[in-house]
């Protein structure tokens, strides 16, 4: 991985996200693209009005000082960092400036329980992970020192994750760490221990791991829901790190069983890492 980016609105959760970056850029030795959306109207863009153009201007020289101030940080020093204004509205074109900058990371602040609403107008989580084909990395509070010990891949043992699996294994092995797939088991579709086996034992071995115990390789664990078994599993086994695989544009609302929509990205505690199938 060359470069991160990490989109900001100045605020403190948007510099959560910088410092995470941070730390990952420090330990794999890449650049980080900082990178605001002024979303400026077209109005105000196209007018040959002296005072349009003035404030156009004027905005951009605000938000070039108030770069300067926000990546006045010591944890940045020693760190190559690139600047970058936007006047794009839309979010979902984020994942077009980490493909021209060849970026391999996108990581996002968010206020946790109420999702990233209060900080990109809209539901712009949602609109990053839909468009974006390169992993996207969502972070709700401050982490003094972000390390990845423990990370588990969230699925059905489906055929479809093969490919997110494995990218996701890929993706970590910079960071040293093993992610382990991790399957929900609920009332509405529970599966005796036997058929989760089954399935699990056929998705190691489609994986390339063929060889391994599913016992040592794959969790289950029983909950009413979905989410709440994910976080109950991660609270108990101290668990710093969840990757979701998504469907593109369908997003996070057709995740495996089809109704854990945001709710995973947005309210959990800790990080989401999210891959796209």
Excluded: W
């Excluded at 992993?135 to 990370?151: G, S, T």
């Excluded at 093993?178 to 599966?191: A, T």
């Excluded at 040592?216 to 668990?239: A, K, P, Q």
């Amino acid at each position: 991985m060359k470069r991160i980016l990490v989109p900001v609105d100045f605020s403190k959760y948007s510099e959560y996200a910088l410092k995470v970056a941070a730390q990952i850029a420090r330990d794999l030795k890449c650049e980080i693209i900082v990178v605001h959306m002024m979303g400026l109207s077209e109005p105000l863009l196209t007018r040959d009005e002296e005072r349009e153009v003035f404030n156009a201007l004027s905005y951009m020289q605000i938000t070039k000082e108030r770069f300067t101030k926000f990546l006045d940080k010591p944890y940045l020093k020693g760190i190559t960092v690139i600047d970058v204004v936007h006047n794009d509205k839309n979010f979902s074109e984020l994942d077009e400036i980490a493909t021209s900058r060849d970026a391999g990371l996108i990581v996002m602040g968010s206020h946790g329980l109420s999702g990233m609403k209060d900080i990109f107008v809209g539901s712009n989580t949602e609109k990053v992970v839909r468009s974006s084909e390169i992993p996207v990395l969502v972070i709700k509070n401050h982490i003094p020192d972000f390390k990845i010990k423990n990370a588990i891949f969230a699925c059905d043992l489906k055929d479809d994750y093969l490919n997110s699996f494995q990218k996701t294994r890929k993706f970590l092995e910079p960071f040293n760490v093993h992610p382990r797939p991790l399957f929900v088991n609920i009332p509405e579709r529970f599966l005796s221990n036997r058929e989760m086996e089954a399935m699990a034992s056929n998705f190691l071995m489609d994986a390339g791991i063929a060889d391994a115990d599913i016992f040592t390789e794959v969790d289950f664990y029983s909950d009413y829901t979905l989410e709440s078994g994910i976080y109950h599993y991660c609270e108990e086994r101290d668990i710093d790190l969840i990757v979701i695989p998504t469907h593109g544009r369908k997003g996070l609302a057709h995740f495996f069983y089809g109704s854990i929509g945001e709710n995973v990205a947005n309210n959990a505690k800790i990080p989401v890492l999210t891959i796209k199938i």
